[in-house]
């Protein structure tokens, strides 16, 4: 199975100030025939289900804020915020869906400094 | 607009078998590339992956749960259906069904449910 560790597990950034999550993944997960990484990005506030910020590891999901923004060199992912503002407060998951069993990393909880 | 709710039991007892509806509207698993899976997340804790089915009835399951899930589908009543044997306490969890799309290659989950809480205890 693919393992995907997130860091750091819990993060307090200003607002307006940057924030950045990692996702490490315990082997590729490029598809070759299309040249894309099967990487996806969540935001799931208390009470709710988790929400679709990102996925190929850099397109984000229609609606979602351009302050997201998702990054990769090879195993290596993040999500960042360009400028945290209150309705961010979250929990953040990755998730790769290149094979199955399609796992996600173990959050990172991110609060208002 | 596409939509998914889950049903079953709210409590169940250890070593009893849990069963879980996906119902879901606006899409069909019957003739569009599409996938369900199941997911669930202790309270406090993180998701997990379960089981996912497609349109053309491929299963993939959790490594760790597999010997203990069945997911299947019944396009004309537009369900999925996950069952969970064995139930234990630290089965407790609100458990999530979630949509995905296949266009040359598969979708992360852009539809997901509202979730359900399944309590195990005796």
């Known amino acids: 199975d693919i393992v995907l560790t997130q860091s750091p597990d819990s993060l307090a950034v200003p607002l307006g100030e940057r924030a950045t999550i990692n996702c490490k993944s315990s082997?590729?997960?490029?598809?070759?025939?299309?040249?894309?990484?099967?990487l996806a990005w969540y935001q799931q506030k208390p009470g709710q289900p988790p929400r679709l910020l990102i996925y190929?590891?850099?397109t984000r999901e229609s609606g979602v804020p351009d302050r997201f923004s998702g990054g990769e060199s090879g195993t290596d992912f993040t999500l960042t915020i360009s400028s945290l503002q209150a309705e961010d407060v979250a929990v953040y998951y990755c998730?790769?869906?290149?094979?199955?069993?399609?796992?996600f990393g173990q959050g990172t909880k991110l609060e208002i400094k | 607009q596409i939509t998914l709710k889950e049903s079953g039991p709210t409590l169940v007892k250890p070593t009893q078998t849990l069963t879980l509806t996906c119902t879901f509207s606006?899409?069909?698993?019957?003739?569009?590339?599409?996938?369900v899976a199941w997911i669930r997340q202790p309270p406090g804790k993180a998701l997990e992956w379960l089981a996912h089915?497609?349109?053309?009835?491929?299963?993939y399951y959790s490594s760790s749960l597999k010997s203990r899930l069945t997911i299947t589908k019944d396009p004309s009543k537009n369900h999925v259906v996950l069952t969970m044997t064995n139930m234990d306490p630290m089965d407790t969890a609100t458990y999530y069904c979630?949509?995905?799309?296949?266009?040359?290659?598969?979708?992360?989950?852009?539809?997901w449910g509202q979730g359900t809480l399944v309590t195990v205890s005796s």
């Open positions: 606006g899409l069909s698993l019957s003739s569009t590339r599409v996938g």
């Open positions: 190929w590891a850099s």
């Open positions: 082997q590729s997960v490029l598809y070759s025939s299309d040249d894309k990484n099967y």
């Open positions: 979630g949509h995905q799309r296949y266009v040359n290659a598969w979708y992360p989950f852009a539809n």
């Open positions: 998730q790769q869906y290149y094979s199955a069993p399609y796992t």
């Open positions: 089915i497609s349109w053309n009835n491929e299963r």
